[in-house]
C-alpha cells in the first residue's frame, strides 16, 4: 500500500495531498497544473514534500518529523517522466542493459523478459533517433523496469510536441501489473484511455485530491457536480497558426486537417505552434456538419466513452487528441450517441483561449508525423 500525507507551497501553487493507494493500477487525472506530476515526483523522490510524509509497503520513504529522506535511487520506485530521456550515443539494447547492470534484484525482472514484455527485440539495435515516439515511450518503461522496482509511475501527460502522437503504451502497462506484479500509477489527460486502463482513479484540481475510488463514481459524483471545478474542465488543443484577419477580428489556425477560427491574437507568428483551451460546457455536439450557422468551428471526430451522472454527463471525443464535451442527459438521448458515433465538436470563435507561449515552427502541428 501507498500512504502520504504532503504539502508543498511553490510561488502562487498550493499542493496539499493525503492518499491510500492499494490498488494494482491507478490513475491521476486532473486539468493542466493541477498537481499530477508533482505528487509522482514526490513518490519517487526527485520532489520533496515541505511537510509531511510517504510511506510504501510499510516502509517510510519520507518524513519531515523524523528526518527521513529515502533517496530516490534507493526507493526501487521506477518513473517514467513525459519527456524520457533515451541516449542517443547508445543503442536501445546498451542503454537497457546500463539499467539491468545496477538492478538491486535481477531475478525480480529478468532482462530478456522485459524486452519480450514491451516487443521490444526488433528495436534493441537502433538509436533513439530511430524511434517513433510510441517505441521510445516503450524503451523508457523497459528502463524503467529494469531496476526492478516495486512500484511504477508513468506520466503520460503530452506537451505541445507530443500530441500528435498515437499512444499505444496501455496494453503495455497492463502487462507490467499482471505478469511482473508491479503496481502502477498512471496520470493522464485522456479519460478514455484511463477508462481503458483501470477503474480506480485520483482526481486532482488545483492542487487538492477531490476523490479516490471508481473512476465512474468519482466523475458522476465530482467531474459532473454543478458547482465543481471540474464541470468545466478545460480540453488543451496544439494548434499551428496560419494567419491573422484584422478586418474580421479572427487569426485563424491548424489542427489536424481543419482550420480554426480564433481570437485575434495578432502578436502570433505564423507558422508558428501554441496551444489553446476550451471548457467542455463551451463544446457542442452535432451528428453532421452543419451550414448556415454562425458557429465558425466544426471538429470531426469519434466517441470514446460516454459518462452519465444524475443530470448530465460527459462525451469524450476523438478528434486528434481527446476533447470532453458536456451535454444534457436529453441532448444525449435525442442524439442517441453510443461508443463509435461519428460527431462534429461545435465551437464557438471566441469560447477559444490562449493558454501557452508559442514553440518552435518546426513542432507546429503540420510538421509533425504521426506514428
Known amino acids: 500500500m501507498l500512504e502520504m500525507d504532503v504539502k508543498l507551497s511553490l510561488d502562487r501553487f498550493n499542493l496539499s495531498a493525503t492518499l491510500a493507494l492499494d490498488s494494482p493500477m491507478t490513475a491521476f487525472f486532473g486539468p493542466a497544473g493541477a498537481g499530477k506530476s508533482t505528487l509522482l515526483g514526490m513518490i519517487a523522490g526527485t520532489v520533496h514534500p515541505q511537510r509531511g510524509w510517504i ?36 543503442e536501445v539494447k546498451a542503454h537497457l542493459q546500463d539499467a539491468y547492470a ?35 515511450r516503450r524503451v ?52 478514455g484511455d484511463i477508462l481503458q486502463l483501470t477503474d480506480h482513479m485520483v482526481l486532482i484540481a488545483n492542487g487538492q485530491v477531490l476523490g479516490v475510488g471508481d473512476v465512474h463514481d468519482i466523475i458522476a459524483d465530482r467531474l459532473l457536480w ?5 464541470r468545466g474542465i478545460e480540453n488543451i488543443l496544439p494548434v499551428s497558426i496560419l494567419d ?45 456538419y452543419l451550414t448556415g450557422t454562425s458557429i465558425q468551428n466544426q471538429i470531426k471526430g469519434r466517441v470514446c466513452a460516454i459518462i452519465r451522472a444524475a443530470d448530465h454527463a460527459v462525451v469524450q471525443i476523438d478528434c486528434g487528441n481527446t476533447l470532453l464535451a458536456g451535454v444534457s442527459l436529453r441532448g444525449l438521448k435525442d442524439m442517441d450517441l ?26 507546429s502541428l503540420g510538421s509533425q508525423t504521426r506514428h
Open 140 to 191: 523508457a518503461v523497459a528502463h524503467a523496469l529494469m531496476a526492478a522496482p516495486r512500484l511504477l509511475l508513468v506520466d503520460d501527460q503530452p506537451n505541445a510536441a507530443d500530441y500528435a502522437r498515437s499512444a499505444r503504451i496501455l496494453p503495455y502497462l497492463t502487462r507490467v501489473r499482471d505478469e511482473l506484479n508491479i503496481p502502477v500509477i498512471y496520470v493522464s489527460y485522456t479519460l
Open 55 to 90: 510511506k510504501f509497503g510499510g516502509e517510510i520513504l519520507f518524513d519531515t518529523r523524523s528526518g527521513i529522506r529515502v533517496p530516490s535511487g534507493r526507493r526501487r520506485v521506477g518513473l517514467v517522466s513525459r519527456d524520457p530521456t533515451i541516449y542517443p550515443r547508445y
Open 244 to 288: 491573422h484577419e484584422p478586418e474580421n477580428g479572427c487569426t485563424l489556425a491548424y489542427y489536424y486537417g481543419t482550420e480554426l477560427v480564433l481570437p485575434i491574437a495578432p502578436h502570433l507568428p505564423r507558422n508558428a505552434a501554441t496551444q489553446i483551451a476550451v471548457r467542455s460546457s463551451d463544446i457542442a455536439l452535432s451528428r453532421h
Open 102 to 136: 545496477q538492478s538491486p534484484d535481477r531475478e525480480a525482472c529478468r532482462f530478456d523478459e522485459i524486452v519480450h514484455l514491451l516487443d521490444l527485440e526488433s528495436l534493441l539495435d537502433c538509436h533513439s533517433q530511430q524511434l517513433s515516439v510510441d517505441e521510445k
Open 226 to 230: 454543478a458547482s465543481s471545478a471540474l
Open 338 to 363: 453510443q461508443e463509435g458515433d461519428k460527431v462534429y465538436c461545435l465551437i464557438k470563435s471566441h469560447a477559444f483561449s490562449y493558454v501557452a507561449e508559442t514553440v518552435p515552427a518546426s513542432l
